[in-house]
């Protein structure tokens, strides 16, 4: 019984920057990899960013690489993805994800846990 909330979504133009916050609430998610896809309309889900129980190893989808920082907090049961540098094709619902293995998420697999999403706009 783990829920995850989604928060940090809004507004930003092209070059602008955004941070997106994911705290799960119910069960301690110990051991538990972290990951956020995001889904524009009309579009499949893609894998974002992955990080490891112990963030000594992330993965990024090349689309956001250099741009992107996924982080974690283990004490707050938090997640975060700090976007920089946004361009319009970043504009889709983010979504927080938790599994057993980053690597896994990487490939959308493994994915036990799903918030809900936060909109995500990039426009000029």
């Known amino acids: 019984q783990v829920q995850l909330t989604e928060s940090g979504g809004g507004y930003a133009q092209p070059g602008g920057s955004l941070t997106l916050s994911c705290v799960a609430s119910?069960?301690?998610?110990?051991?538990?990899?972290l990951g956020w896809f995001r889904q524009a309309p009309g579009k499949e889900r893609d894998f974002v960013a992955s990080?490891?129980?112990?963030?000594?190893?992330?993965w990024y989808a090349d689309s956001v690489k250099g741009r992107f920082t996924i982080s974690r907090d283990n004490s707050k049961k938090s997640m975060y993805l700090r976007m920089n540098n946004l361009k319009p094709e970043d504009t889709a619902v983010y979504y927080c994800?938790?599994?057993?293995?980053?690597?896994?998420?990487?490939?959308?697999?493994?994915?036990?846990?799903w918030g809900k999403g936060v909109l995500v706009t990039v426009s000029s």
């Open positions: 990080i490891t129980w112990s963030a000594d190893t992330t």
């Open positions: 994800a938790g599994g057993l293995s980053a690597a896994a998420l990487k490939q959308n697999m493994g994915t036990d846990y």
């Open positions: 119910g069960r301690s998610f110990v051991g538990t990899a």
